[in-house]
């Protein structure tokens, strides 16, 4: 996959991640996952973690960025899965399990970090995180469906032309 294709994803998320937008609404876990479908298993580790490098250094750093970072490299891996199994259902079963990974293990950094170590805790913790789960799974199957739709009628519109080599 030309080096062009993962600047465009980088492009995409920081952008979703910079741009004014509605809480947890972004293209990153989106981003995350198509790189794992359609770039080298090398591409698929590093544009992630370029856009999170890029924004938190933007956005601030915290006390649950390896969380973060843990959960958006495990996306892209499942989207190396994934890619093995190609279609639209899978492609919309991997963005809501790419949502459900995130939001588990961010909030388990989020409860290690901020909340008692008990039960009410982390009840607390993840029962205040459900209404930022709701924009982060529509956004993440929105970007996954629109990224995968889109590559794939590109795909079939260059065959047989010129553009053919850029994908």
Known sequence: MPNMFATLLVI????????????????LLAVSLF??????????????LIVMIVTDII???????????GSILLISWLGTWVKARKSLPMVFSG????????????????????????WA??????????????STLVSTIAYSLVLYAGYEWLLQRAQGTSLARLF
């Open 12 to 27: 995409i998320a920081i952008a979703s991640r910079l741009l004014p937008h509605t809480s947890q609404f972004t293209a």
């Open 59 to 69: 956005l601030g750093f915290h006390d649950t960025m390896l969380f973060t970072w």
């Open 121 to 134: 805790g982390i009840s607390e913790c993840y029962t205040l995180a459900i209404p930022f789960f709701r």
């Open 35 to 48: 790189a794992g479908i359609y770039l080298s298993r090398r591409q698929a580790l590093f544009v992630p």
């Open 95 to 118: 963005s809501v399990l790419s949502a459900v990974i995130f939001f588990i293990i961010t909030n388990f950094g989020a409860w290690l970090m901020m909340y008692p170590h008990t």
